[in-house]
């Protein structure tokens, strides 16, 4: 049981700069990060999804830090002169950001039923990270046989 809300935990991360009360979108991935690194080692199954979920904020939090630097720049640069553009940007933004909310909460009903969730892209990544069988290291076979005289 303790496993299965570690893993549902890393999919709650994406909720952390929310709770701080703060719109910085790398926030979220600071907290998946520090996450990931303290939950690694408890199973596989948490670090499955630990990683999962910290490599899937990395695309989202550099969407959502472009469009934190580009709005800043709009309001104090271009005196609030939005561009179809940036309408355009932040209209496919607030989608993403809709539909990986979604998956991320789906991701944590099913880790905290012990089930795994596979994210497009992102759960494949880690699930060869995570379960990879390491090649063992043959080690030669040492003959011992008599000199040669």
Known sequence: ????????????????????????????????????????????????????????????????????????????????????TYIGYVIMLFLANIIYFIFSIVGAVKARKGRFYYFVFFGKVAYESVYKIKEETVIPEVVNKPPNL
């Open 1 to 84: 049981v303790r496993e299965c809300e570690d893993a549902m935990g890393a999919y709650l991360m994406m909720f952390a700069s929310i709770g701080a009360g703060l719109p910085l979108p790398v926030i979220n991935l600071i907290a998946a990060v520090i996450y990931y690194y303290i939950n690694r080692s408890k199973s596989r199954f948490v670090r499955f999804h630990s990683l999962q979920s910290l490599i899937s904020q990395i695309p989202l939090t550099l969407l959502n830090s472009v469009a934190v630097f580009w709005t800043i720049r709009i309001l104090f640069y271009n005196q609030f002169n939005f561009s179809d």
